[in-house]
């Protein structure tokens, strides 16, 4: 049986980095990835995929941010709970064993209003707000 999954699209927002009782990191966050067709608007819609990161989890919240453009590789996990009302609801999600960033960090300001350095890696993809899908 083969579960495999590759995207690549951009971080709806920053990801959410949190730490496991067990003592874990695991980044959750939502990438949006456009379709590669248009609609009957003649305007590329996109599908909002919610992602899991185990491995290196710390790496990938540090050095991207909301819009960044990174590709992935990971499982199809599904699952279900009941909600408060007790209606089951259906969840599904992509537990990330591989990411990639494809475009170097932005400098964009900490809380202290210094600007932080981008990653020493530039791949020289130039991109701006217009090209976001949201």
């Not at 927002?13 to 874990?24: F, H, N, P």
């Amino acid at each position: 049986m083969l579960n495999q999954v590759a995207l690549v699209g951009r971080l709806t927002r920053d990801v959410d980095l949190r730490t496991t009782q067990a003592g874990k990191d695991v980044g959750q966050f939502i990438l949006a990835v456009n379709r590669n067709y248009k609609n009957s608007n003649g305007e590329v819609d996109a599908d909002f995929i919610t992602c899991q990161a185990w491995r290196n989890a710390n790496v990938l919240s540090q050095y991207t941010h909301k819009g960044s453009l990174i590709s992935i590789t990971g499982q199809i996990k599904t699952g279900s709970y009941d909600n408060k009302q007790g209606q089951r609801v259906y969840t599904t999600d992509i537990v990330v064993d591989h990411f990639d960033f494809l475009e170097s960090k932005s400098t964009k300001p900490n809380s202290s209003g210094q600007s932080k350095q981008p990653r020493p890696h530039d791949d020289g993809i130039n991109i701006s707000d217009d090209d976001l899908p949201f």
